[in-house]
T-cell receptor, first 117, second 112 residues
């Protein structure tokens, strides 16, 4: 059955290390997104991609990097430059980029909780 | 500068009663609005949406109302059930945008 998966569910990282969060979807969606959620806050957009081999910075891209080499995969790397990386990270996908309204809701993965020790 | 606001961080409602969650937006270019529901440690799930050409959209126990002049929308849940206890995010988008703007969320508790 179709869906969006994120791995791992929990991730621990030592300060100064880079870490990559996986996101895979088999919904044949063109667009994919990475969000960060902190306690008591909403979803903040890190990066998004509307098509393979293309991506744009969101509102809080500093300290993060992404790639979109395949339609179904959109990994997020949290680099050592990210000052406060401990958070809950959510990946999402939609049929098309959000600029197309109607029947274009985002489907979210289960999330990865990253803790920096 | 929050473009989508949910001014009530939390709401408690008795089981069987109506839950009303509110959302305000500042950008008149938004023309598509969505509500998502999120349980702890899970990803949000899409609940219901409304286009700016409508003022109401209903799906079972869930109804979203849009007041464009006031830049306000609300989600009504009738009757409320304990399983509705979750965080609800309001979100907005539009033809001029290539991303969705989420509000900070409202935590709903339905008391049995």
């Amino acid at each position: 059955d179709g869906g969006i998966t994120q791995s791992p569910k929990y991730l621990f990282r030592k300060e100064g290390q880079n870490v990559t969060l996986s996101c895979e979807q088999n919904l044949n969606h063109d667009a994919m997104y990475w969000y960060r959620q902190d306690p008591g806050q909403g979803l903040r957009l890190i990066y998004y991609s509307q098509i393979v081999n293309d991506f744009q910075k969101g509102d809080i891209a500093e300290g993060y990097s992404v790639s979109r080499e395949k339609k179904e995969s959109f990994p997020l790397t949290v680099t050592s430059a990210q000052k406060n990386p401990t958070a809950f990270y959510l990946c999402a996908s939609s049929k098309q980029g959000a600029g197309i309204a109607g029947d274009n809701e985002q489907f979210f993965g289960p999330g990865t909780r990253l803790t920096v020790l | 500068d929050q473009q989508v606001k949910q001014n009530s961080p939390s709401l408690s409602v008795q089981e069987g009663r109506i839950s009303i969650l509110n959302c305000d937006y500042t950008n008149s270019m938004f023309d598509y609005f969505l509500w998502y529901k999120k349980y702890p440690a899970e990803g949000p799930t899409f609940l219901i949406s409304i286009s700016s050409i409508k003022d109401k959209n209903e799906d079972g126990r869930f109804t979203v109302f849009l007041n464009k002049s006031a830049k306000h929308l609300s989600l009504h849940i009738v009757p409320s059930q304990p399983g509705d206890s979750a965080v609800y995010f309001c979100a907005a988008s539009g033809a001029s945008y290539d991303k969705v703007i989420f509000g900070p969320g409202t935590s709903l508790s339905v008391i049995p």
